[in-house]
């Protein structure tokens, strides 16, 4: 098969958010995995966790959410501010975790942490169980640079600078966990809190600071979805809008039909199943953006002169991943195994994003440590990176590129492509869905390319996972480029495999 990639045809820029991750309280994702506190024996920075901080160091994800997913919609900041020793114990019922709760990684931790790794925090309010005062005061707490009561408890706290946070998730999932709303009982909680929220801004007409989100539809459910963002927009045309910069929608691949497939135990039709269940995503993701233009179309010129129009809202894709039958009744909670098949569809997920990228800003892979579609598994003192970080260690090159608009997959050969410019440099995906067969693909460019370097990530076995035991036996690794200079050039892409190959343009 042959695939042309013209340099010249863009789609947009690839905002570099379209990477990002997403960290919550449930099993074993931030206490234990992410969090070990101080006092442990396992070496850590400020009681993070050393050998999870270096993975995060080399990922640099953009952006990072956080403290929830349903969790936020339990959670009080308060609880999780000032000495350690000193803050409420709670007990965490969410999503099977059924653990106490210490509250040890809290405000401070988060932002410090973002800071470190250079991360924009997401922080979602909690709008279910919360109150508009107790947002306003997080917010005042996190970025309030004048001195004020708040402000002098958060240098008192550790850090007198400001944390300069702007993005904040107003409620979650509020269709199910986050409050079993309608669109319109939501729109009405939605607009107290967003017209509370400060604008960290010196004049009436500066533009806030702030970037507010919205909770989205469950995509998971399409005549739903639909129907919510519909309803979400007409209730929002009726009067004057709230301030709205993001549309969360979250979408995850659920596969939940064959109760004896797990992670790493599955047919050639499990493998197919989840394979193809994560391409529903890109026609969500049209769907939704075309439903926001629409609703928008609805908005009325406002009367007043000063007013200024709703136009724009950004979608978002706020939670994605694979979520296997059994990570319900796993141990640790939600704890699941990454194996080939994760692999692929997270490669696939991130080239369906980023060639979207003209509908879609930003997205959370969930979750980071220990929780569905993890980048890292740890036990005690011991780590493991699932295959899923080398995925996203290999397509850090496409982030801020440009997105090329290459044909997305030939579903007879299962080989999508995926390519992005950035100056001289065209960075191709080829991803090999194939569950048993191996394929060769001609890639052919307008004018002469020289490959510079290729990286693959494959396995004998597609059930092939990491291990605390074998911990390095699915990794990306160098494949020899060939460096002739010309306009196509051929690639066997292995049995379930992930290729990327960086061409300069002569
Ligand atoms: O990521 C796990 C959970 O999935 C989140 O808490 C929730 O938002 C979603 O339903």
Redesign the pocket.
Known sequence: MSVFIDPKQVVGKINLKLHGQ?I?F?GKCIDEGLWVGENSTIPNTKGIRNDVLALLKQLEPPVLRWP????ADTYHWRDGIGPRDQRLVSFNE??GTYESDQHQFGTDEFMQLCEELGAQPWTNVNLLSGTVAEMRDWMEYVNRSEETTLSKERAQNGHPQPYNAWMWGLG??VW??GGTMDPATYMSEYRRFASAMPSFTHSVFEKTKMYAIVSGPDSNKPREAVKWTEDFFKELAKYRQPKIDGYDM?F?NWNIDDQDDTPTDFTKEGWQRVIDGCFELEDLIKAQASLLRNGLALINEPEGKLDQKLTDVDLIVG?WGNWHYSAFTARPA?QQQVSMRDVITTALTLDILQRNCDKVTMACN??TIN??NSLALTKGDKIVATPNFDVFMMYKDHRDAQALAVPRQDSESQVDTFASLKGAKVCVNLVNASYDEERLINLVFPSQVKPEFVTQLTADDPHACNTFEEPNLVRAKPVKANSKVAKQHEFELPTASVTTVTFSLC
């Open positions: 997403f919550e449930l929830g997913g349903c969790y969410n999503f979650n999932e199910a966990g979250h995850y939670e939600l969930a979750q929780v569905l």
